[in-house]
């Protein structure tokens, strides 16, 4: 693939991303559990807890695994919101399948991977992030299912396309 630098640049229909991953947000009333990534893509950002899907392992399964890993917490009330799929200029691609929790057991730890804050809902730290959350978060805080399509050289996004219903 020649480095695309648009969504349509790209055939959608064929695109296979290099790695698949999952992303959980835990609402808990008005605020939201996000982590300050200590290590691997996005280290020193904020996000939702997640990771990569196991050979065999269902997105579900993955999500709470990896949330569990990250801040020892178990989600409640799971379900699927959206999928992003991002594709980067150096010909690193990755799918990310997003799940949002209501609630959760146990209180959030730090860990190797991540520190864990409890942001309000109406003040994401949208600066501290990858600059397509700030697209997509909105939706999954609405309640709305999404699909978005993105295009980044490094940190820096290029392109993007979000649909939501």
């Not at 893509?41 to 997640?50: R, T």
């Not at 399964?61 to 020892?72: F, M």
């Not at 178990?74 to 200029?89: A, D, I, N, T, Y």
């Not at 600059?131 to 940190?155: I, K, Q, S, T």
């Amino acid at each position: 693939m020649v480095s695309p630098e648009r969504v349509c640049d790209i055939d959608w229909s064929t695109w296979q991303p290099v790695e698949r991953a999952t992303l959980l947000f835990v609402v808990r009333g008005a605020e939201v559990l996000l982590i300050h990534k200590q290590r691997g893509l996005g280290a020193g950002k904020i996000n939702g807890p997640g990771g990569r899907i196991e050979p065999e392992e269902t997105p579900l399964a993955a999500a709470l695994r990896e949330v569990r890993e990250e801040v020892g917490v178990v989600p409640l009330e799971v379900s699927e919101r959206g999928e992003l799929s991002f594709q980067f200029v150096d010909g690193y691609s990755i799918h990310a399948v997003v799940f949002r929790a209501e609630g959760c057991e146990g209180e959030p730890c730090e860990t190797a991977e991540a520190v864990p804050l409890w942001a309000p809902l109406g003040a994401i730290p949208y600066e501290r992030m990858w600059a397509d959350d700030r697209l997509w978060l909105p939706l999954l805080f609405a309640g709305r299912r999404f699909a978005g399509r993105f295009v980044f050289d490094g940190d820096t996004m290029l392109d993007h396309a979000v649909e939501a219903w």
